[in-house]
């Protein structure tokens, strides 16, 4: 099975065919997908230039979508460098037991659904490494009130999502599943009374 390289090769290769270069950036997406498979073929294609049914997109769009997807990649894989480092060191000095945000973490390791959309029509419209820093700098920082990347206040709790946590906090105005680590307890209770206010209006 080709890694994201070998595909990002294939995507900026003249000589492969269209449809190839096309598929070779949808499979991109199974090895890394911050918002999930549907919703980052959305962002990518609508901000390149291409429709996400378009079948025979200029192959510079294709590129440009590309370069978007690898810079975010870079700044996950970072991270990720970061996070384990940090992990190491703390098992060295005795700390075995992991926090909220290394359980947060291990659901999303690799990149997969690091800012889950679960609406792949509603999602945030920087491009995606920024949002990713955004995101970052929240987990790394005291818990806030708000979205880490749109800085919105409108989070609802939402249930049956097609992923992993099945519930959580999300930010009407970006679409992301905020995660439970960055916000305060009364930003996650807010966020479950603001459900129980839509389900009854």
């Known amino acids: 099975m080709a890694g994201f390289r070998s595909l990002a090769r294939q995507v900026r290769d003249p000589r492969c065919d269209l449809a190839l270069r096309r598929y070779s950036l949808r499979k991109c997406l199974e090895r890394f997908a911050p918002y999930g498979h549907r919703a980052t073929w959305d ?7 291409f429709g996400p049914e378009d079948r025979s997109p200029d192959p ?3 590129v440009a979508a590309l370069d978007e997807l690898e810079e975010a990649r870079a ?3 970072g991270y990720e460098g970061e996070f384990a480092e940090r992990r190491r060191k703390e098992k060295h000095d005795g700390l075995r037991r992991p926090g909220s945000v290394d359980d947060w ?3 999303t390791w690799g990149g997969f659904g690091v800012a889950w959309c679960d609406n792949p029509r509603l999602h945030p419209r920087a491009p995606l490494g920024e949002v990713l ?3 970052i700098a929240a987990l790394e920082r005291e818990p806030g009130s708000t979205c880490p990347v749109c800085d919105g206040q409108r989070l609802f709790w939402k ?10 906090p999300v930010c009407a105005d970006c679409g992301i599943l905020v995660p439970r680590p960055v916000l ?4 996650l209770a807010f ?3 603001g459900r129980t206010m839509l389900m009854s209006a």
């Open 184 to 187: 305060t307890s009364e930003a």
């Open 133 to 135: 820093r955004s995101l």
């Open 60 to 62: 510079a769009r294709l």
């Open 75 to 77: 700044v996950w894989l």
């Open 43 to 49: 962002h990518l294609s609508s901000r390149s230039g």
């Open 159 to 168: 249930y049956d999502l097609d992923h992993e946590p099945s519930s959580g």
């Open 105 to 107: 973490h291990r659901l």
């Open 191 to 193: 966020a479950r009374r």
